[in-house]
C-alpha cells in the first residue's frame, strides 16, 4: 500500500488495540469473535438501500457552491443535444494460418474494429474517422445482387479468394442513419456490431462529465454470418448509457458503458440555497429504478444490475478523496460472443477515466488534476468475475488512448503502468515514472511494489523531453522520450519490486508504436529529425547496449510526412513469417517547392528479413499502393495481408491485389 496514506490511522488501530484486553474480575469465558473482512476502497452490499444512500450523497454534492466554483459536475435536466467527441482509437498483433488481424493491445484480447477478416470473410463498417458522421460506402455496379446495393449506411460483407487477390461483395447489414458504429468483432461465423447513439473516444477527461452520457445507448447485435448474402441476426443487448470501451477474450465480449440518469426536476444548475433544499428534496424521492440504466435483450428488459451491489467509495479508507459530484453509473456487462447471453453484470458509482483490459484483469483508472501535483487512482478487478482486488494511487497522469494505451500492462499479476507529471519547472517540464502494482493476498488491495526512478535516481528522458512509445514486453519495458533527440530506455522488469534501466540509444527522432519482432528484434514508427515519418529497426539482444539497425523515412523525396500508425495502430499490420515478415504503414507526404504543393497518399509495403541473425537483420520498403485523389490516409484507413493477397480500405473503397504486384490493386464494386 501506499506509504503515504494518513499515519493517524496507524495510531487509531494501536488506540483500539490496546483497549481490547483487561481483567473484568469474572470467571466467565471470554466471547470471541470473528474480525471482519478486510475492506479496500471500493466496496458493494452492504445494508439494503446502501447504494441508493451512496447515491443519494454522491449527487447530493451537486450545490451553489460547486457550480460557483466552476466545477464540471455535470448532472440531470435532459439534454438535447450533445457536443462532439475527440477522435480516439482503441489496439498487439495477431496473426492468424496466413493472414493478419486487428492489431491489438495485449495478443490475447481483441477489440472492436471497422473491419474484421477471417481468412474468408471480410467485414467493413462505415469509418467514423474524427467526428460523429457516417460515411456511405460507394455505390456498386448496378447489375449487382440486390443485397449488395443498399441505400444509406450499412455494414459490408465480403468473399474473398486471396489465391486471386479478390474479393467480393455480398451482402449488407443496413444501419439506421443515426447510428454510430463502434467497431466490429467477427468470431466463428458470427458478427458482433458495437453501435452507440454517442462517440467520445475511449479514455480522457470526458468520461468524468457525466452530462455527455444522459440520453444515450449502447446496442450489442450479433449476426449469424455463415452465409455472408444473407446475414441473420440472432439477439440484440441494448443498454441505456453510451459505449466507453469494449474487449472480447475468448467466447466473452465486455461491454463497459455509463449512463447519467436524467432526474425529473432535478436543478442542474443550483445558484441559491433553495436550489439546493429542492435538489435534496428530489433526492430523497429516487428509487433505484430510476438510476440504474435500462437494459433489454430483443427487446424484453433484464434485470442484471443491483444498486445496492455498486462499488463506490468507502469514506474511511485512507485512500478516500472527495471525488467529484456525479450522477454517473458505469456498467461493466459480460456477454457470450455466440448467442448473446449476459454472462455476468456489475457497476460501479464512481469516476473512471482509462480501462485496460488483459486476459486476467480490468484495470480502471481515474486522473485527479485537483492538486497541484496531478494523481492516478488505479483499480483492479479481476476479469473472470468483476471481484474487486483493490486499488493504489501514484503521482502523475497515466494517458490513454491511440497508441498511449500502451503505458498501461499486467504480466503474472503485476499491473506496470508509466504516468507523466507536468511540472511548473521551464527547465525541465516533464516528469516520468513508472510503477508497480500487486494485489495483496490478504485484502482488497493494490501493493506498490517499486517506483521508477527512485529518490535520488536518473529521471527517465532528458530535461524537457516529453513521452512517446512505451511497449511492455514480457519481462521488459521500453521507452521513447523526445525533444531534439530519441533516447530508447530498455528497463529490466524480471524482477517488479527492483526495476533498473538497463539500456538507452539516443537518435534522432522519435517512435510513437513499438512493435516487438523478436526477443532481439524491435520495431519503431514513428517521426525523424527530418519532420518525416520512419521506420526504424532496433537491436536489442543485447539489452544494456541497444543499436539502430536501420531508418527509412516515408516519403523520403517530399518535405514532410506521416502515418496515422503514429498515433492509431489499427492502421499498422503485421504479419510475421517463418524467414520474412510483412508490414504495412500509410503514410501522407506534401512539399511545397517553386510556388507549387504537391501532396501523396499512400499505403507502404515492408519486408524484415534476416530476423533469426539480429545482427544481420533488415527491413526493405518492397513497394506502395498509391491512393487516387480524395482518397487520403488521414481518415480511418486499414490494411489486411493474406498469403500473397493484399486487401486496403479507405473511406471510399475496398482495394484488392497482390503483395507482390501492390501498383495493380483495383476496387471492389
Request: hydrophobic residues 40%.
Amino acid at each position: 500500500m501506499n506509504t503515504t496514506r494518513p499515519a493517524t490511522l496507524i495510531g487509531i488501530i494501536s488506540v483500539l488495540a490496546a483497549c481490547g484486553g483487561g481483567g473484568s474480575g469474572s470467571d466467565a469465558a471470554p466471547v470471541s469473535t470473528a474480525p471482519p473482512p478486510p475492506t479496500g476502497l471500493w466496496v458493494s452490499g452492504g445494508a439494503t438501500g446502501s447504494g441508493l444512500s451512496a447515491f443519494r450523497a454522491r449527487a447530493g454534492a451537486l450545490s451553489t457552491s460547486a457550480t460557483r466554483s466552476g466545477a464540471d459536475v455535470g448532472i440531470a435536466g435532459p439534454v438535447t443535444s450533445a457536443p462532439s467527441g475527440g477522435a480516439g482509437a482503441a489496439g498487439g498483433s495477431g496473426t492468424g494460418a496466413g493472414f493478419s488481424t486487428t492489431y491489438t493491445l495485449e495478443a490475447d484480447v481483441d477489440e472492436p474494429d471497422i473491419l474484421k477478416y477471417d481468412g474468408e470473410l471480410l467485414v467493413t463498417a462505415p469509418t467514423r474517422s474524427a467526428c460523429c458522421f457516417i460515411l456511405a460506402d460507394v455505390a456498386v455496379a448496378p447489375d449487382a445482387p440486390s443485397s449488395a446495393t443498399p441505400e444509406g449506411p450499412h455494414i459490408s460483407l465480403f468473399e474473398t479468394d486471396a489465391s486471386a487477390g479478390q474479393a467480393e461483395r455480398v451482402g449488407s447489414i443496413p444501419l439506421a442513419a443515426d447510428e454510430r458504429v463502434e467497431g466490429l468483432y467477427l468470431t466463428s461465423g458470427r458478427l458482433q456490431a458495437l453501435m452507440s447513439t454517442a462517440w467520445w473516444g475511449v479514455f480522457g477527461e470526458r468520461l468524468a462529465r457525466p452530462t455527455l452520457w444522459q440520453n444515450q445507448e449502447t446496442r450489442l447485435s450479433i449476426y449469424d454470418v455463415a452465409i455472408p448474402a444473407t446475414p441473420a441476426r440472432l439477439s440484440e443487448l441494448r443498454i441505456e448509457g453510451a459505449l466507453i470501451a469494449s474487449r472480447r477474450v475468448g467466447d466473452e465480449i465486455l461491454l463497459i458503458t455509463q449512463h447519467t440518469p436524467v432526474i425529473a426536476g432535478l436543478n442542474p444548475s443550483p445558484t441559491t440555497t433553495a436550489d439546493d433544499s429542492a435538489n435534496a428534496a428530489v433526492l430523497a424521492g429516487i428509487t433505484p429504478a430510476e438510476i440504474l440504466p435500462r437494459i433489454t435483450r430483443d427487446g424484453a428488459p433484464i434485470n442484471v444490475l443491483g444498486l445496492d451491489s455498486c462499488l463506490r467509495q468507502d469514506a474511511s479508507h485512507p485512500l478516500a478523496v472527495n471525488t467529484p459530484a456525479t450522477m454517473s453509473v458505469v456498467t461493466l456487462i459480460a456477454v457470450n460472443a455466440s448467442n448473446g447471453n449476459v454472462i455476468r453484470a456489475s457497476c460501479l458509482l464512481e469516476p473512471v477515466t482509462g480501462v485496460y483490459v488483459s486476459s486476467d484483469v480490468i484495470a480502471l483508472t481515474w486522473v485527479d488534476y485537483r492538486e497541484a501535483t496531478p494523481f492516478t487512482y488505479v483499480h483492479q478487478l479481476r476479469l473472470r468475475d468483476h471481484a474487486y482486488q483493490g486499488s493504489e494511487r501514484v503521482p502523475g497522469a497515466l494517458y490513454g488512448g491511440g497508441n498511449a494505451d500502451f503505458r498501461i500492462s499486467e504480466r503474472q499479476g503485476v499491473l506496470r503502468l508509466v504516468t507523466t507529471e507536468f511540472t511548473q519547472d521551464p527547465t525541465d517540464r516533464f516528469d516520468h515514472r513508472l510503477f508497480t502494482l500487486r494485489a495483496s493476498n490478504s485484502a482488497p488491495e493494490l501493493d506498490l511494489l517499486a517506483t521508477l526512478p527512485k529518490d535520488g535516481e536518473p529521471e527517465l528522458g532528458k530535461p524537457n523531453e516529453d513521452l512517446y512509445g512505451v511497449r511492455f514486453i514480457d519481462r521488459r519495458a521500453y521507452l521513447v522520450t523526445f525533444e531534439r533527440t530519441d533516447p530508447l530506455y530498455v528497463i529490466d522488469l524480471q524482477n517488479p519490486a527492483q526495476p533498473a534501466i538497463v539500456g538507452e540509444l539516443e537518435i534522432p527522432g522519435f517512435s510513437d508504436l513499438l512493435h516487438p519482432v523478436s526477443e532481439a528484434l524491435l520495431l519503431g514508427i514513428g517521426g525523424s529529425g527530418a519532420g518525416r515519418a520512419k521506420v526504424e529497426l532496433f537491436n536489442i539482444a543485447d539489452p544494456d547496449a541497444p543499436q539502430s539497425a536501420g531508418v527509412l523515412e516515408l516519403g523520403a523525396d517530399f518535405d514532410h510526412s506521416f502515418s496515422p500508425a503514429q498515433y492509431n495502430r489499427y492502421a499498422f499490420t503485421y504479419l510475421a513469417g517463418d524467414s520474412i515478415d510483412r508490414f504495412v504503414v500509410p503514410y501522407s507526404a506534401w512539399r511545397f517547392r517553386d510556388d507549387t504543393f504537391s501532396s501523396k497518399d499512400a499505403f507502404a509495403l515492408f519486408e524484415l528479413a534476416g530476423k533469426a541473425q539480429p545482427e544481420s537483420a533488415s527491413v526493405q520498403q518492397i513497394g506502395e499502393v498509391l491512393l487516387p485523389p480524395g482518397e487520403g490516409t488521414s481518415g480511418d484507413v486499414r490494411s489486411v495481408i493474406a498469403g500473397d493477397a493484399l486487401y486496403l480500405w479507405t473511406a471510399q473503397s475496398l482495394l484488392t491485389g497482390f503483395w507482390s504486384n501492390p501498383e495493380t490493386v483495383t476496387p471492389v464494386r
